[in-house]
């Protein structure tokens, strides 16, 4: 089944309200909390207007590759007009619904902030995260419509993944 995405009104609407979230919780202690390390190869899956796409690129540097992917055209549009601001060259933009297409066990890390809830079908998505993460690496994730144990319940019950770490209500979890 297909994910639904918002109204452009809707994502303008929710764009902003991240920049207030962004002064008032900086989005670098997520990537921090996310380990991310320089020069990865990381996803971040539903990165919406970019808020820790762009932090996640500077920390992984000019060796490093973030992939911005997300259901919503002005999603990736915003993105790449902040990166292009930033003077980045190491972000890419992919339109997505689950499906991703990048290659097996390429990817060092995946963030995911706050998308879990939208997705209806969440072994798919859960399943397209075991497919691109390389072996032991680490998928980083939070979603404040849900509690922990839900969260934990949603990415664990299938045996692909487990609890590393939480910091939070982020979830650090590690591919098996
Ligand atoms: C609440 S926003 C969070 C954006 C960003 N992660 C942040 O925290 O700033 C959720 C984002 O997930 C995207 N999204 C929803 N369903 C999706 C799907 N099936 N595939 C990819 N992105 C999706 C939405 O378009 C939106 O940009």
Redesign the pocket.
């Known amino acids: 089944m297909k994910?639904?995405?918002?109204s452009n009104l809707d994502?303008r609407i929710?764009s902003f309200f991240?920049k207030i979230?962004?002064m008032l919780h900086p989005?670098i202690k997520k990537i921090i909390n996310a380990d991310i390390k320089q020069g990865e190869k990381v996803l971040?899956?539903?990165?919406?207007?970019?808020?820790?796409s762009i932090v996640a690129a500077e920390k992984i540097g000019p060796m490093g590759k973030l992939i911005a992917?997300?259901?919503?055209p002005l999603?990736l549009k915003k993105v790449r007009k902040r990166a292009k601001k930033m003077g980045y060259n190491n972000i890419e933009t992919i339109q997505?619904?689950?499906d991703t297409k990048l290659n097996d066990e390429s990817i060092d890390r995946i963030?995911?902030?706050?998308?879990l809830h939208?997705?209806s079908n969440k072994n798919n998505?859960i399943n397209e995260f075991y497919r691109v993460l390389k072996p032991n690496s680490i998928l980083s994730l939070d979603d404040h419509h849900y509690n922990k144990d839900q969260i934990i319940d949603f990415i664990t019950s299938d045996g692909l993944f487990k609890l590393a770490n939480s910091n939070d209500k982020q979830y650090n979890f590690i591919k098996i």
């Open positions: 994910n639904k995405k918002h994502f929710m991240f979230r962004d989005p971040d899956y539903g990165c919406g207007s970019g808020s820790y992917a997300d259901i919503h999603a997505t619904d689950c963030i995911c902030f706050d998308v939208g997705i998505i």
